[in-house]
């Protein structure tokens, strides 16, 4: 029994993973696609093969990244907006099984959280209002 749910965990994980991939390489495609418009333009000729590169400076980089990201729309690398139970626990320094007990007994010790089938997310941007919410002054 316990195997079964390392196992379905591993596998539960293995999927968020391939998730995040599937995510970055489209991700990449749009910033190659960006990349290769910018070189276009600075060159006013096609984007050559990877092979007839010469070394450039990291300055040089630094900037056709930066233009190529803004022509995306994002000038920052993407965030995730929701964490998992174990990246929460991680975060606030308790147990998953802590965040479980809380899930069920609807504890208002617990954060907010989002159930998509079986897989149970949690906001950022609640997690960090809930905890806003939990801090004490120091009281004398």
Known sequence: MRKSGAFESLRREL???QEDLVRVARRLEGVR???????????SSPVPSAASFSPVSDETVERVVKTALARVGQTQSPQKAYLNTREVAELVGVSPRLLDKWRRTASPDGPPFLRLG???LYPIAELDKHFSRKLVRATR
Do not use: G, I, K, P
């Not at 696609?33 to 060159?43: Q, S």
């Open 15 to 17: 999927v968020e993973l």
């Open 118 to 120: 079986r897989r149970v």
């Open 33 to 43: 696609r960006a990349a290769a418009e910018v070189a276009t333009e600075l060159d």
